[in-house]
């Protein structure tokens, strides 16, 4: 799948009329250094064109953007016989970088871009998912942490933001990971951790839950779309659902972890405690192993095992079709306790689940058929993400972008 790093199809959710005028401030300076970021050098008449603001709001945004040096005047373009030379924008911060750190079931992986949207660097390291040992795993996502840092040092550039994306929910204050079952732990001081291990750790930085970014990340691929649950499948199975526009957290940070929705009575006991989970019928771990693929999930690591069995599936081979018929119908039920719950307009399956939506997709229509035969009940659409397993981590480099770009705010007030 070829993927827009830079973002350029997405539209911001929110419209400026719904927000307050801080916001739409911030707002407002995101579309200008966001129109530079996707079109390059530009005059103020260009952006008004282009993004829909006057030319007098372009102006004086402009000037904020160029005092905060996230824009700067390029060279003057003169055209023959007109009179005043045109000043095109563009965007400054040639020694500004922003670092994701992403820490799934299977390795840490560091994604350092320039604030145009440019991958400036991308490694991973395998952790080899010691289960119940977070300082062992700190120890590789403090290591990774260090070599972008010193690559980023390397090409002159300043970390503005660090953001780490876990693949669990997070929450409390300080932000830590309240619980991974995919790596055997609880509450988990993940920045803390990092701090104590890496020189130079950056000042401005955010832990996130990775299904919250993937979402609202995917979601800006839907314009329209206000209730939207988001629901995916690499390292065990996590959601998050988006209500009226706004992302529900939940009153203790859990909402949306759909793995744990007991659906099978008197099935097995999950590392949650519960009996029965949708993680344990149709987890990752539960299908590769029901499928015959142990051997290749501990050689290769989940994200390569899931990638072949996808591959099984499509291709009809047996043992995996089966495992998969089986898993589908549980993956089917708990979209429909989902749907029946929040109504949402869209669905949108992500990790491997978005190779094998069409299924999932079936699955769904066929049980949730004659919900209340009036129609409205059978109007949810299930669709595959766009961005699959990369959802988080480009939904976090936007995310801390789109920050960046409404810095100015910040030194305003
Ligand atoms: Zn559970």
Not at 118 to 123: A, N
Not at 160 to 171: D, N, Y
Not at 308 to 323: I, Q
């Amino acid at each position: 799948m070829s993927l827009d790093v830079r973002g350029g199809k997405r539209r911001a959710p929110g419209s400026a009329s719904s927000l307050v005028s801080a916001d739409v401030r911030a707002h407002n300076l995101g579309i200008v250094a966001r129109y530079l970021a996707e079109n390059g050098p530009s005059s103020r008449s260009q952006i008004a064109e282009g993004s829909g603001l006057t030319r007098g709001a372009v102006t004086v945004l402009a000037s904020s953007l160029i005092e905060a040096a996230v824009v700067r005047e390029a060279q003057p373009k003169y055209k023959a016989g007109k009179g005043r030379p045109i000043v095109p924008l563009e965007l400054a911060s040639d020694d500004v970088a922003l670092l994701v750190l992403q820490l799934d079931a299977d390795k840490a992986t560091a994604l350092l871009s320039s604030v145009a949207g440019d991958v400036l660097l991308r490694i991973a390291e395998p952790h080899g998912r010691p289960m119940g040992r977070p300082e062992l795993i700190l120890d590789v996502l403090a290591a990774t942490l260090d070599r972008a840092l010193e690559a980023s040092r390397e090409m002159g550039r300043r970390v503005a933001e660090l953001t780490i994306v876990a693949f669990a929910p997070v929450g409390g204050d300080p932000v830590q990971v309240i619980a991974d079952t995919d790596l055997g732990w609880g509450h988990v001081d993940v920045i803390g951790g990092l701090r104590a291990r890496v020189q130079g750790f950056p000042e401005a930085v955010r832990l996130v839950g990775d299904v919250h970014v993937a979402a609202v990340a995917e979601q800006g691929f839907n314009p329209g779309i206000k209730d939207l649950c988001y629901v995916k499948s690499n390292s065990g199975i996590g959601g998050a659902l988006i209500v009226d526009g706004k992302l529900v957290r939940g009153g203790f940070g859990l909402a949306g972890a759909l793995g744990h929705l007991p659906v099978r009575p008197g099935g097995i006991v999950c590392e949650c405690g519960q009996i029965g989970c949708l993680v344990t019928v149709a987890g990752p771990d539960a299908v590769l192993i029901a499928a015959g693929m142990g051997e290749e999930l501990h050689r290769d690591g989940l994200t390569s095992a899931l990638a072949e069995f996808s591959r099984r599936v499509l291709v009809g081979e047996p043992a995996a079709t089966a495992v998969w018929d089986e898993a589908r119908v549980w993956i089917a039920r708990s979209l429909q306790l989902v749907a029946v719950t929040l109504d949402p307009q869209l669905i949108v399956l992500g990790g491997y689940w978005s190779l094998l939506s069409e299924s999932i997709g079936q699955s769904f229509a066929e049980q949730r058929k004659g919900f209340f035969a009036t129609g409205a009940g059978s109007a949810v659409r299930v669709v595959p993400g766009r961005l699959g397993d990369d959802a988080a981590l480009l939904g976090a480099l936007w995310q801390a972008r789109d920050r960046y770009f409404s810095g100015p705010l910040e030194i305003k007030t």
